[in-house]
């Protein structure tokens, strides 16, 4: 059975045509039947309901043309290709409900065609897809915010190792050929800090470091807690004498004793930085890099940094 004779009204008789009318009158979603000049020849029950279409609908049979009238779904060039091309189309559009609140609906025009494939009108379909539409959009919230959840550090919401991968490995992609700076920062003194007071307390005051190190940074620069009592920074499009300034900058912010806490509560920093090109170092190679520097400055006795350059 092709489509003339199952979709027109004008190959089949008069008391199928009655029937298919009933079955589309039937339909929970609104159906319009244009002919193939675009006068409106039937429109269905949940149609002439839609508060968006009716004085449209009013307008149409009264004989206004479609290209004269603002119809969702539906307009004069829409219909011509449709008429054209003979084959379907499907739009979808943000529509108000009937409670005033945002709706998504998809729209399909279907050619229909006579007994020798011309194509002589256009069926529209209206389908409600708003609870897919926002199904889909609290799933993706929700990957969002699994996503964000796997890049961040639970005690003091930084970015976690992971991240600082990531951001290393598209630097590595960037043809920019930009100088970076690869911070690797070591706690010096926290373990008797965490023995004393507790684990809680050492929580707190891994939670304040961060804090403290946030303030000593630029907004762009990034910050991470990659375990432990060990943090990094990535600075990007930074000289050497930047990147010695930080480094010397965030070892001050850590001179001060954490005045709420009885001895021990003095920290330290051991700083390794690594400086390298976008583009031209490998993110494995820049991570043991800062991380050999930070050793060295450590065994120098602490509280201070080591450049390294690749």
């Given at each position: 059975?092709?489509?003339?004779?199952?979709?027109?009204?004008?190959?089949?008789?008069?008391?199928?045509?009655?029937?298919?009318?009933?079955?589309?009158?039937?339909?929970?979603?609104?159906?319009?039947?244009?002919?193939?000049?675009?006068?409106?020849?039937?429109?269905?029950?949940?149609?002439?309901?839609?508060?968006?279409?009716?004085?449209?609908?009013?307008?149409?049979?009264?004989?206004?043309?479609?290209?004269?009238?603002?119809?969702?779904?539906?307009?004069?060039?829409?219909?011509?290709?449709?008429?054209?091309t003979a084959a379907p189309q499907s739009t979808e559009l943000s529509l108000p409900q009937a409670d005033g609140?945002?709706?998504?609906?998809?729209?399909?025009?279907?050619?229909?065609?006579?007994?020798?494939?011309?194509?002589?009108?256009?069926?529209?379909?209206?389908?409600?897809?708003?609870?897919?539409?926002?199904?889909?959009?609290?799933?993706?919230?929700?990957?969002?915010?699994?996503?964000?959840?796997?890049?961040?550090?639970?005690?003091?919401?930084?970015?976690?190792?992971?991240?600082?991968?990531?951001?290393?490995?598209?630097?590595?992609?960037?043809?920019?050929?930009?100088?970076?700076?690869?911070?690797?920062?070591?706690?010096?003194?926290?373990?008797?800090?965490?023995?004393?007071?507790?684990?809680?307390?050492?929580?707190?005051?891994?939670?304040?470091?961060?804090?403290?190190?946030?303030?000593?940074?630029?907004?762009?620069?990034?910050?991470?807690?990659?375990?432990?009592?060990?943090?990094?920074?990535?600075?990007?499009?930074?000289?050497?004498?930047?990147?010695?300034?930080?480094?010397?900058?965030?070892?001050?912010?850590?001179?001060?004793?954490?005045?709420?806490?009885?001895?021990?509560?003095?920290?330290?920093?051991?700083?390794?930085?690594?400086?390298?090109?976008?583009?031209?170092?490998?993110?494995?190679?820049?991570?043991?890099?800062?991380?050999?520097?930070?050793?060295?400055?450590?065994?120098?006795?602490?509280?201070?940094?080591?450049?390294?350059?690749?």
């Open positions: 059975m092709n489509q003339a004779d199952t979709l027109s009204f004008h190959t089949v008789s008069l008391s199928s045509a009655a029937r298919l009318q009933q079955l589309f009158m039937a339909l929970p979603y609104p159906v319009l039947l244009f002919d193939g000049c675009g006068q409106l020849e039937f429109a269905n029950h949940a149609a002439q309901c839609c508060p968006d279409a009716q004085p449209v609908l009013q307008q149409l049979a009264a004989g206004v043309p479609l290209a004269s009238v603002m119809l969702p779904g539906l307009d004069a060039d829409s219909f011509a290709r449709v008429l054209a609140k945002p709706g998504h609906y998809q729209f399909t025009l279907t050619p229909l065609c006579d007994a020798s494939g011309k194509v002589d009108g256009v069926l529209q379909t209206r389908h409600d897809v708003t609870r897919q539409r926002q199904e889909a959009q609290r799933l993706q919230l929700l990957q969002g915010h699994l996503l964000e959840m796997a890049h961040r550090d639970a005690l003091t919401n930084l970015a976690n190792r992971r991240y600082l991968e990531l951001k290393l490995e598209r630097l590595a992609a960037d043809s920019a050929a930009s100088l970076c700076a690869l911070l690797f920062i070591d706690l010096d003194r926290f373990k008797p800090i965490n023995d004393v007071h507790g684990h809680d307390t050492g929580d707190a005051v891994l939670s304040a470091v961060a804090a403290r190190l946030k303030q000593a940074l630029r907004g762009t620069d990034l910050l991470a807690r990659i375990g432990g009592d060990e943090f990094a920074i990535l600075l990007e499009g930074v000289t050497e004498s930047g990147a010695r300034a930080v480094a010397g900058k965030i070892i001050q912010a850590l001179e001060q004793p954490f005045a709420e806490l009885s001895p021990p509560n003095r920290l330290g920093l051991s700083v390794g930085v690594c400086l390298f090109k976008s583009g031209a170092a490998m993110p494995a190679e820049v991570l043991v890099e800062a991380d050999q520097a930070m050793y060295r400055a450590k065994r120098r006795g602490g509280g201070q940094f080591e450049l390294q350059q690749l």
